[in-house]
């Protein structure tokens, strides 16, 4: 079985600050690593995926994610927010299968302040 | 334009009514779920399918039917209602490659 643990429910964050939310699993067998932001009033949006190769995943709107398969983890980050980077962040995990259930963390709310 | 559409995005019913939340996706795609959304305890998987006429369950199947007798349409039965089936819905499709695709969600409220 597999699970995803955020260890942040809510960030708290000033306008051009960096911000850093962390997603840790535990699985058994070779994962593919998934962030989705979730806008307020809206569904989920794919900001990028881990599935091979390079580590070091960019996504849309500037955030980026590095995999450490040593820690089991795959923090996302951003070196500059904006306002309207205010929304909910999910991190998931599946098997690296064709298809699989996505299996989701609690979220972390990120709010940026002015 | 590639999209999950759900439909109602809001609806309020009564315990034991019987309703359907229903999803289609323009995408072609052989992989469809349901989730559902509830403060503090992220995501959860209720049923998924893997083409048509090949469902399971997820995390919390019960309460709950799916059906899948077209590619395009995965539609969500509440039978009989319950308060706790109070929540926010989300149908997805997709594949690992290009990360799922997700409807905007039915806020869903049972009394």
């Known amino acids: 079985a597999q699970s995803v643990t955020q260890l942040d429910s809510q960030v708290p964050v000033f306008e051009e600050a960096p911000v850093e939310l962390r997603c840790n699993y535990s699985?058994?067998?070779?994962?593919?690593l998934f962030w989705y932001v979730q806008y307020p009033n809206q569904g989920l949006q794919l900001l990028l995926k881990?599935?091979?190769?390079?580590?070091l995943v960019k996504g849309i709107n500037g955030f980026e994610a590095e995999f450490n398969k040593s820690q089991t983890s795959f923090h996302l980050r951003k070196p500059s927010v904006h306002i309207s980077d205010t929304a909910e962040y999910f991190c998931?995990?599946?098997?690296?299968?064709?298809?699989?259930?996505?299996?989701f963390g609690q979220g972390t709310i990120l709010t940026v302040h002015p | 334009e590639a999209q999950v559409t759900q439909n109602p995005r809001y609806l309020i019913t009564v315990t034991g009514k019987k309703l359907t939340v229903t999803c289609s996706q323009n995408?072609?795609?052989?992989?469809m779920s349901w989730y559902r959304q509830d403060p503090g305890l992220g995501l959860r998987q209720i049923y998924y399918?893997?083409?048509?006429?090949?469902?399971d369950k997820g995390d919390v199947p019960e309460g709950y039917k799916v059906s899948r007798k077209e590619k395009r349409n995965f539609p969500l039965i509440l039978e009989s209602p319950s308060p706790n089936q109070t929540s926010l819905y989300f149908c997805?499709?997709?594949?690992?490659?290009?990360?799922?695709?997700f409807g905007s969600g039915t806020r869903l409220t049972v009394v």
């Open positions: 997805a499709s997709g594949g690992q490659a290009y990360g799922y695709t």
């Open positions: 699985s058994s067998v070779s994962v593919y």
């Open positions: 881990y599935l091979s190769g390079s580590t």
């Open positions: 998931a995990v599946s098997r690296g299968t064709s298809y699989g259930k996505l299996t």
């Open positions: 995408m072609n795609h052989e992989y």
């Open positions: 399918s893997m083409n048509v006429e090949v469902t």
